[in-house]
């Protein structure tokens, strides 16, 4: 009785505060929204409402086998090729999800992309245009050939990117050994029976320093009514994601840490332009912190490492370079051969990509050639010398250049730098290009 005397004063007091103080009233909003996301976070992890862990793995064939049929006997195909666009209750949340799941995945033309549970490929469908070789793995052949019929009526498909639909047993990735640079799941590991089998396949299949990222839904997806009936009607899975033991179960399958981004739809927020100023010096961080564990409660974003990555010159961050020529002058007789011994530092962040000259960031030490007197540039196109390797941040390459003989007797300058191909020569991000003297006698 006493504890129960003492609560309602404490509250009629903190009313009559808040009644008076907007500081209190805010204060108090702090502390109702942690606490209610501190509630909700606590809550152990649902058991799915059929199933046991031990069922759900057991049942993998049947799982899959159900998938397949699902896609099949579907009667409305239209609405499957049309996606996202046909979706009309969730266009907006399409187009952000795939927003995030690309920058996170840090894509560049030219990445090989695979998306495990493909489905219709429609989101592929748009890496393909993007310029990205794409892989699509799922173990419904009836979606996969919906998905090359996609590609197949879209007259800007780009079929030199070659892309591949493969059927797979849902236990084994039919690719080899570190064959994609980034992996894509959207919506799709929460429908995954046996992740432990598949997050080890993923692992094998991706190369070092390479992404996987997954949109899924949000914990307690497998208890709505919507997934009851799904499961109901098809007999497909409907599980939930639990980030927490996703993230021991990701390590002890090969990768080396695993991320959650803290982001959704329902956090964008309109302002008052009036109130803008007042927001942006976190008076109305209440409000957003309560949007921001609604949308943690919507859906998920899951980023997975394997090993250290590094940004590649397929998408650069840092470009630096250290240029030294084996020799500090050249001299060298009209119409002979100029050949000399360069090493090239990676001094930056980003790891040069070696390859032919028509792919996005392929790494080339530049020459160029100047007259000394006056000083103008002959050709600034006079030579590229290709990688051997790829070479991360911090190694180095001794390159053996042949360069193009020089007809002319006279003093030269020779500038040296590096470029990514379709991308952008070094010098343009700061780097300092090295220049050669060179006497043509």
């Given at each position: 009785?006493r504890?129960?005397v003492?609560?309602t004063?404490?509250v009629g007091?903190?009313?009559?505060?808040?009644e008076?103080?907007i500081?209190?009233r805010?204060?108090?909003t702090?502390?109702y929204?942690?606490?209610y996301a501190?509630e909700?976070?606590?809550?152990p992890?649902?058991?799915h409402s059929?199933?046991?862990p031990?069922q759900?793995v057991?049942r993998?064939?049947i799982?899959?086998?159900?998938a397949?049929r699902?896609?099949a006997?579907?009667?409305?195909?239209?609405f499957?090729l049309?996606k996202?666009?046909?979706?009309?209750?969730?266009?907006?949340?399409?187009?952000?999800?795939?927003g995030v799941v690309?920058h996170?995945l840090?894509?560049?033309p030219g990445?090989v992309v695979?998306?495990?549970?493909?489905?219709?490929?429609?989101l592929?469908h748009?890496?393909?245009r993007y310029g990205?070789p794409t892989?699509?793995?799922?173990?419904?052949?009836a979606?996969?050939?919906?998905?090359?019929q996609?590609f197949e009526r879209?007259p800007?498909?780009?079929?030199d990117?070659d892309?591949?639909f493969l059927p797979?047993?849902?236990?084994?990735i039919p690719l080899?050994?570190g064959?994609?640079?980034k992996i894509?799941?959207y919506d799709?590991?929460?429908h995954?029976?046996n992740?432990?089998?598949v997050?080890?396949e993923?692992a094998?299949v991706?190369?070092d320093g390479?992404v996987?990222a997954?949109?899924?839904?949000?914990?307690?997806h497998?208890?709505?009514?919507a997934?009851?009936?799904e499961?109901?009607?098809w007999?497909?899975?409907?599980?939930?994601?639990d980030?927490e033991a996703?993230?021991q179960?990701?390590l002890?399958c090969g990768?080396?840490?695993?991320?959650v981004?803290?982001?959704?739809?329902?956090l964008?927020?309109e302002?008052?332009?009036?109130?803008?100023r007042?927001f942006?010096?976190?008076?109305e961080?209440g409000h957003y912190?309560?949007?921001?564990t609604t949308?943690?409660?919507?859906v998920t974003?899951?980023?997975?490492?394997?090993?250290?990555?590094?940004?590649?010159?397929?998408?650069?961050?840092n470009?630096?370079?250290r240029?030294?020529?084996?020799?500090?002058?050249g001299r060298?007789?009209?119409?002979?051969p100029i050949?000399?011994h360069v090493?090239v530092?990676?001094t930056?962040?980003?790891?040069?990509l070696?390859?032919?000259?028509?792919?996005r960031?392929?790494?080339?030490?530049?020459?160029?050639l100047h007259?000394?007197?006056p000083?103008?540039?002959?050709?600034?196109?006079?030579s590229?010398?290709?990688l051997?390797?790829d070479?991360?941040?911090?190694?180095h390459?001794?390159?053996?250049?042949?360069?193009?003989?020089?007809?002319?007797?006279?003093e030269?300058?020779?500038?040296?730098?590096?470029?990514?191909e379709h991308?952008?020569?070094?010098a343009?991000?700061?780097?300092?290009?090295?220049?050669l003297?060179?006497?043509?006698?």
């Open positions: 009785m504890t129960q003492l609560a004063i404490i007091v903190t009313e009559w505060l808040a008076r103080s500081r209190v805010r204060l108090l702090v502390v929204d942690r606490l501190t909700w976070m606590n809550r992890p649902a058991a059929r199933f046991t031990e759900i057991a993998t064939d799982f899959n086998a159900a397949d699902y896609f006997e579907q009667t409305d195909q239209p499957l049309g996202p666009y046909t979706d009309i209750d969730n266009f907006a949340r399409r187009f952000f999800d795939i690309a996170w840090r894509l560049a990445d695979m998306e495990l549970g493909a489905g219709t490929c429609w592929l748009f890496l393909n990205c892989i699509a793995v799922d173990v419904s052949p979606a996969l050939e919906m998905g090359r996609l879209d800007q498909t780009n079929w990117l892309p591949q797979y047993d849902g236990h084994r080899s050994d064959h994609v640079d894509l799941l799709a590991f929460h995954v029976p992740q432990d089998e997050l080890r993923m094998r991706l190369k390479g996987v997954m949109c899924e839904p949000a914990p307690g497998s208890h709505t009514q997934s009851l009936d499961m109901d009607a007999d497909v899975l409907e599980n939930d994601i980030v996703l993230e179960r990701a002890a990768f080396s840490r695993m991320t981004v803290p982001i959704g739809l329902p964008s927020v302002v008052p332009a009036g109130s803008l007042d942006l010096l976190g008076r961080l912190w309560r949007l921001w949308a943690m409660r919507v974003y899951i980023v997975v490492y394997k090993g250290e990555y590094h940004a590649t010159t397929r998408n650069p961050d470009l630096q370079a240029i030294e020529p084996a020799v500090d002058r060298v007789t009209a119409g002979a050949q000399l090493r530092t990676n930056g962040d980003t790891r040069w070696c390859g032919t000259p028509d792919r960031g392929t790494t080339q030490l530049a020459a160029n007259r000394i007197d000083d103008t540039c002959i050709d600034p196109k006079w590229r010398t290709l051997p390797r070479v991360p941040p911090g190694d390459v001794t390159l053996h250049v042949v360069l193009p003989t020089i007809e002319t007797p006279g030269y300058r020779i500038e040296f730098d590096v470029i990514a991308v952008c020569a070094f343009e991000r700061g780097s300092p290009t090295t220049d003297p060179m006497t043509i006698i």
